[in-house]
């Protein structure tokens, strides 16, 4: 490697790092947008996946991929925990359900002796890093570009649009919610295992509603037109703090500031585009 | 699935009561019945219930007592997407048509339940010559289109599933007299073809030309029913709906 790249990405690295792990909690929080549902749990199952994953490295030295699956799954599981009985209601119940479970979560974590009290977990080993976490948003990425394209994206964006609509042409609109929110758990989960381990040290207030708003905003500022939406989006309300640190104190005033002028003016996000679909233009199935 | 025989009633009702929450019904105890291959209207005045009682026989709403038999089957409270696939399908009020996206994708969304492709396009090429208009308009975003013409495409999406039986919640509603005119024609040539047809209608002057049965809806009960003909003649009818 060059020696300046090795500096660049010394000096940058936990900015780097933020930017692939933001991407793929905009991904988390896209799955669900992408078919109408709001949930504010993004940052709970986040949570939970950096928590499950750091206890399995430091406590039992479980190797990374295990601990990355781990991660994973028990998100998905609280995904099928308030998923399931809220996803017959409309809309602002999964929110609502969602922001209690990341509370529960939050006071759990403060007040148990195994996730280390208020003071968190410290001395989490390093692993994986840029290839685990660039790799993982590639993936995800493709892997959604795809969905968004065949009839599953179609069915999603239908019920986006007109969920009564969609659910009278046959579209299985339960069974969709909640694949949805379980995709969107294991993401975040992912997200938060993968940043464990490059930051070393998880606190429980790390993973609050605050962490939920933004996630949420990563989508809003982007537009969920196409997954490429999201990210951007998070890429961009990632490195904007960086870019306005000459501002010093004005530097959320102004951040704030962009935020509120693109949902007046670009109500649809800064990627508006949607992506195109076979049959779109005819009608003719391939 | 057993086959319903030949004297029993594609669609019936009984007794059905819906609310939406609290203690008022807006379906206070309605009996109903479509036989196969009829056209059977639905009239009454804003408020009514006939919406209500479409949405509930789509599964977008839960009974609150009696029965909906559809083939044979209870389908009282069950989930939306499986009696699309029993092949009872609406063509939703207010014409719901997905307004960002194509007109050639609101059709596919018709056929979601399809998995045969050679079908789907069969269907789309009866679909698109039985309106013109769609074809020429197919890569335009359905959101562009005038009323008449998404109200067009909402039941082209519903003939997209080829239904056993085919809702119609206000075809007609707040379209310019020409596209009326039209909406009703291709109802007729519906009909024509032996198609079972329940149709809602406040217009009910069209409705009642070409139902075989009609049944009049007044604040949740069912005040009158009988032959469309007899119907139209009715005094009460007269001077309530057709303005005599």
Not at chain 1, 6 to 35: E, H, P, R
Not at chain 1, 199 to 221: E, H, M
Not at chain 1, 262 to 283: D, Q
Not at chain 2, 64 to 83: E, L, Q, T, W, Y
Request: charged letters at 15%.
């Amino acid at each position: 490697m060059p020696e300046f790249l090795d500096d660049f990405l010394f000096t940058y690295q936990t900015l780097i790092y933020a930017l692939g792990v933001n991407g793929l909690l905009a991904l988390s929080m896209y799955v669900v947008l992408a078919l109408g549902q709001l949930s504010l749990g993004q940052a709970a199952f986040m949570g939970l996946g950096a928590y499950v994953s750091a206890l399995l490295t430091v406590k039992l030295g479980l190797p990374f991929p295990l601990v990355l699956l781990a991660a994973m799954l028990a998100p998905a599981l609280a995904a099928l925990c308030v998923g399931a009985p809220t996803l017959r209601l409309s809309g602002v119940y999964l929110a609502l359900a969602t922001i209690g479970l990341g509370e529960v979560q939050r006071i759990f974590f403060i007040n148990s002796e195994l996730t280390g009290g208020a003071l968190g977990l410290s001395g989490i080993p390093t692993k994986g890093g840029l290839i685990s976490i660039y790799g993982s948003l590639a993936l995800a990425l493709i892997a959604f570009a795809f969905v968004a394209r065949s009839k599953i994206g179609r069915a999603m964006e239908a019920m986006r649009e007109d969920e009564l609509a969609a659910g009278a042409l046959g579209v299985d609109l339960p069974a969709y919610k909640l694949g949805a929110l379980v995709v969107s758990a294991m993401l975040a989960g992912l997200a938060g295992a993968l940043n464990a381990h490059v930051s070393s040290f998880i606190s429980p207030n790390d993973y609050g509603f605050d962490a939920a708003v933004t996630i949420l905003s990563f989508a809003l500022l982007g537009g969920i037109g196409s997954p490429f939406g999201p990210v951007l989006g998070a890429f961009i309300l990632t490195l904007l703090p960086e870019v306005l640190r000459p501002l010093a104190d004005y530097k959320t005033v102004v951040n704030g500031s962009i935020i509120v002028l693109a949902v007046i003016f670009m109500p649809r996000g800064l990627l508006a585009w949607r992506m195109g679909r076979a049959g779109a233009a005819t009608g003719r199935p391939k | 699935m057993s086959e319903p025989k030949m004297s029993e009633p594609l669609l019936s009702l009984r007794d059905l009561r819906i609310g939406y929450g609290g203690a008022t019904e807006a379906v206070k105890g309605v009996s109903l019945e479509v036989r196969a291959g009829a056209v059977v209207c639905l009239i009454g005045a804003n408020g009514a219930g006939k919406t209500t009682i479409l949405r509930c026989l789509s599964g977008l709403l839960r009974p609150r007592g009696g029965s909906v038999h559809f083939k044979g089957r209870d389908i009282g409270g069950m989930a939306a997407h499986r009696i699309a696939a029993l092949g009872l399908v609406q063509a939703p009020e207010g014409r719901q048509v997905f307004a960002n996206m194509t007109i050639a994708e609101n059709l596919r969304m018709g056929a979601w339940l399809l998995k045969d492709r050679a079908e789907e396009a069969r269907r789309r090429d009866m679909v698109l010559t039985r309106f013109p208009r769609l074809s020429e308009r197919i890569r335009q975003l359905a959101g562009l289109l005038s009323g008449g013409e998404q109200q067009m495409l909402a039941m082209g999406r519903a003939m997209m599933a080829d239904p056993q039986m085919l809702l119609l919640d206000e075809p007609s509603m707040g379209l310019a007299p020409l596209f009326v005119e039209e909406i009703f024609r291709i109802i007729a040539e519906l009909k024509a073809e032996g198609r079972t047809i329940l149709l809602v209608e406040q217009n009910a002057q069209a409705a009642l030309d070409i139902a075989d049965h009609a049944y009049v809806l007044q604040s949740g009960r069912i005040e009158l029913s009988g032959p469309a003909a007899e119907i139209a003649r009715n005094e009460k009818v007269v001077a309530a709906y057709l303005g005599g």
